[in-house]
């Protein structure tokens, strides 16, 4: 029977099995899906074990995104991108890498929340990875002004940069801070930084939000986030969560390795935590 999992470490909260093993039964797949708590700084190695062992394809989550990048032999333009990846497929001596982040995050607002992104106004906070893995998806909608907001201003100044140097972006993307966006109002902005993580808040400056726009978090189960919180402060009508994004990820993913593209609003609708 073909093998996947997800490596993690802390890996005990993932949904992934649950997400995999629910895309298999409703398409008629026969797999394993496991979790795989990788020992710190021995990726690598976990990896050839899985390999040997018969393993097909590997998700990979927090801290291992990079490790995956380094590890594999062909990388997507997603996963060279983000310098990250989130997916692996071994195919032989050669293992593929995917960055499938940010199309499920673009998915999940376009096609599930019915927001286009198409000529809007997008703000992206943070700039680390989940950051470097949602710009290129985001770009391909062809928003109207794509801004990255960091603390640290030099980061996000020079993420864009970086983009920009591989001819990857127009003039549309920005990088800069916080305090950059006092006289700004966004259609769209998404918090990809870790702040909701431990009830906390980016400084990002209420006027940034608009009444008719979306404020979506990346993180997903936690309810209310203190950014969402904010949002809702603001009278931003469309709030949501990561969960959307989670599992259109997994979706892609699924797709990769099996051919079949599993429908996700079942899911969804099952790891949905209300916004309360």
């Not at 026969?30 to 690598?44: D, M, S, V």
């Not at 990875?129 to 998806?137: D, M, N, S, V």
């Not at 030099?154 to 006289?183: C, I, M, T």
Request: with cysteine; net charge neutral.
């Amino acid at each position: 029977m073909d093998r996947y999992a997800v490596i993690g470490n802390p890996i005990q909260h993932s949904k992934s099995p649950l997400i995999h093993q629910a895309f298999a039964q409703a398409s008629g797949q026969t797999l394993t899906y496991e979790k795989i708590e990788g020992p710190l700084g021995q990726f690598a190695a976990t990896a050839d074990r899985f390999r040997a062992e018969g393993g097909r394809g590997l998700n990979v989550t927090v801290p291992f995104k990079t490790d995956a990048c380094a590890y594999a032999t062909d990388l997507a333009e997603s996963a060279r991108a983000a310098g990250a990846a989130n997916a692996l497929k071994f195919e032989g001596n050669r293992c593929l890498a995917q960055n499938f982040d940010g199309i499920g995050l673009v998915r999940d607002i376009v096609h599930n929340l019915g927001r286009p992104v198409q000529g809007q106004r997008v703000l992206l906070l943070g700039a680390g990875g989940a950051t470097r893995g949602a710009i290129l998806p985001l770009l391909a909608e062809q928003p109207a002004r794509l801004f990255v907001a960091n603390r640290t201003v030099d980061k996000a100044v020079e993420l864009a940069r970086f983009f920009h140097d591989q001819g990857a972006a127009s003039r549309v993307l920005e990088g800069g801070g916080y305090a950059d966006l006092s006289n700004d109002a966004f259609d769209i902005v998404i918090n990809a930084t870790s702040a909701s993580l431990s009830a906390d808040l980016p400084p990002l400056p209420i006027t940034a939000l608009k009444a008719d726009g979306l404020a979506y978090d990346m993180v997903y189960g936690k309810g209310l986030t203190p950014f969402l919180q904010l949002a809702r402060q603001a009278q931003v009508q469309h709030l949501a969560d990561g969960v959307g994004m989670l599992v259109e990820q997994a979706a892609e993913a699924f797709a990769w390795w099996r051919g079949v593209r599993p429908d996700t609003q079942s899911v969804i609708r099952q790891l949905t935590v209300p916004l309360v």
